[in-house]
């Protein structure tokens, strides 16, 4: 089972979302199933500062069309605004991602996104 932690700030929440890379043919995949949001490269490195890039043009675009939080609902995510904002990605298994890739994961990290609320 992925993991999943949100850390509170004064005006945004830190989630660290899960990020997996499969190799696929000749290239690495870094893909966050929390996000649906993938990069490739031809080294586990590469595909990592890709994936990076990636977000952050993610996180930009749909902060300023306003299109963010309707995505994270659409991806599983819990959403509740009151008492207090509380953002949760929705927690996914190994095995839902196996069925997504020909390999198995050969290497993971987290990322920190911050939700602005």
Not at 6 to 30: F, H, Q, S, W
Not at 54 to 73: A, M, P, R, V
Not at 104 to 113: R, T, V, Y
Request: glycine fraction near 2%; include cysteine.
């Amino acid at each position: 089972m992925l993991k999943r932690s949100i850390l509170k700030n004064n005006n945004k929440y830190n989630v660290n979302v899960d990020v997996i890379i499969v190799k696929e043919d000749n290239y690495y995949v870094a893909y966050c199933p929390s996000l649906d949001l993938s990069a490739y490269a031809d080294s586990i490195e590469k595909a990592e500062r890709a994936f990076e890039k990636n977000l952050e043009i993610f996180l930009d675009e749909t902060c300023q069309k306003g299109t963010f939080e309707k995505i994270l609902l659409n991806l599983g995510w819990t959403l509740k605004l009151h008492p207090k904002p509380d953002y949760k990605p929705p927690l996914k298994s190994f095995s839902a991602l196996n069925r997504k890739f020909k390999s198995k994961p050969e290497h993971s990290f987290k990322e920190q996104i911050a939700i602005p609320i």
